[in-house]
C-alpha cells in the first residue's frame, strides 16, 4: 500500500515562514501530480498548489507569490515553502498525490492519494 506522510505544521506568528513535507511511501511510481491542499474550520477543502510532471505548478490566487511548491522526485516528496504567513492561511494542509502503484501482486493506474493531513496554525 502507499502511505503519504506530512510534516512541518505549527504554530507561526503573521509575517513569518514554514515548509511542509510530504513523501509517499510504498510502491508508487510514475507520479502524474502532486498537490498542497486546506481545509479551514468551517470552509470546504480547496487547492493551494500543484506541481503537474511535465507541465508545470499552479497556485491558488490567495497564495501567489507567497508559497512555492516543489517536489523531489528521486525521494517521492513535495515540499510547500510558505513565506508572509497570515492568519487567514490557518487550516489543515493536505498532501494529495496522484500515480500508479504496484501491491497485491499487481499494478494499479491512476490512483489518488491522501495524507492525514498537518495543522497550521498562524496566530500571534
Known amino acids: 500500500q502507499v502511505q503519504l506522510v506530512e510534516s512541518g505544521g505549527g504554530l507561526v506568528q503573521p509575517g513569518g515562514s514554514l515548509r511542509l513535507s510530504c513523501t509517499a511511501s510504498?510502491?508508487?511510481?510514475?507520479?502524474?501530480?502532486m498537490a498542497w491542499y486546506r481545509q479551514a474550520p468551517g470552509k470546504a477543502r480547496e487547492l493551494v498548489a500543484v506541481?503537474?510532471?511535465?507541465?508545470?505548478?499552479n497556485y491558488a490566487d490567495s497564495v501567489v507569490g507567497r508559497f512555492t511548491i516543489s517536489g523531489d522526485d528521486a525521494k517521492n516528496t513535495v515540499y510547500l515553502q510558505m513565506n508572509s504567513l497570515k492568519p487567514e492561511d490557518t487550516a489543515v494542509y493536505y498532501c494529495n498525490v496522484d500515480g500508479d502503484a504496484f501491491y497485491g501482486g499487481r499494478r494499479w493506474y491512476g490512483m489518488d492519494y491522501w495524507g492525514k493531513g498537518t495543522l497550521v496554525t498562524v496566530s500571534s
Open positions: 506541481i503537474r510532471s511535465g507541465i508545470g505548478t
Open positions: 510504498g510502491s508508487i511510481f510514475n507520479i502524474s501530480a
